[in-house]
């Protein structure tokens, strides 16, 4: 298997506009997670699916975030519009786990978002 | 919330030391302790993992201790190479919380 696959693997955008991040999950993993990586924070959690449903969102900063899982195979985080606090590296991840979020979570290489 | 600390933030050992790296957290409901590691560039990785019906697990130079009562779980590594320099992440309550990271250095 390919892994998770993230795209785009860099991203410099100008404040106010929009970006889409996507995520392809291994084929058969049952749970995808949005993270995001800053010097300040470390490693947070935005969002996790389950079965392409949405279960936890309460690591999303504020409304501009959104984030769909429309298919198995697919999601995206969008940020509209951006500002520079959220310059980041985005990473989504994908599990197939026993129990909720308790097995290995195997990460794509990331999002390098930079908003100027 | 969950706190989880991670220390120490940065680490230098000489090849062929150990280093040691603990964690602790705040939730009494945290079951599943793993730690990742982080190259530059590149997603986390597991490297090992424990439950919490499990004091230690061991995996080569690798070993994981957890100690449920004082809220604790530390990541050793013997014998340490130079392609252990990355960085290293522990988390905890089903992964919704990391630790802010080690930064492990060493020195050939």
């Known amino acids: 298997d390919a892994g998770v696959i993230q795209s785009p693997r860099h991203e410099v955008t100008e404040m106010g506009q929009e970006v889409t991040l996507r995520c392809k999950p291994i084929s058969g993993h049952d749970y995808l997670f949005w993270y995001r990586q800053t010097m300040m924070r470390g490693l947070e959690l935005l969002i996790y699916?389950?079965?392409?449903?949405?279960?936890?969102d309460s690591g999303m900063p504020e409304d501009r975030f959104s984030a769909k899982m429309p298919n198995a195979s697919f999601s995206t985080l969008k940020i509209q519009p951006s500002e520079p606090r959220d310059s980041a590296v985005y990473f989504c991840?994908?599990?197939?786990?026993?129990?909720?979020?308790?097995?290995?979570?195997?990460f794509g290489e990331g999002s390098r978002l930079t908003v100027l | 919330g969950e706190n989880v600390e991670q220390h120490p933030s940065t680490l230098s050992v000489q090849e062929g030391d150990s280093a040691v790296i603990k964690c602790t957290y705040s939730?009494?409901?945290?079951?599943?302790f793993p730690w990742y590691k982080q190259e530059l560039g590149k997603g986390p990785q597991l490297i090992i993992d424990?439950?919490?019906?499990?004091g230690e697990k061991k995996d080569q130079r690798i070993a994981v201790t957890l100690n449920k009562t004082a809220k604790h779980f530390s990541l050793h590594i013997t014998e340490t190479q130079p392609e252990d320099s990355a960085v290293y992440f522990c988390a905890a309550r089903n992964q919704f919380y990391f630790g802010t990271g080690t930064s492990l250095t060493v020195i050939p």
């Open positions: 424990i439950r919490s019906n499990v």
């Open positions: 991840a994908s599990s197939a786990t026993r129990g909720e979020n308790t097995g290995e979570l195997f």
């Open positions: 699916f389950n079965n392409n449903v949405p279960i936890d």
């Open positions: 939730d009494s409901a945290s079951n599943y």
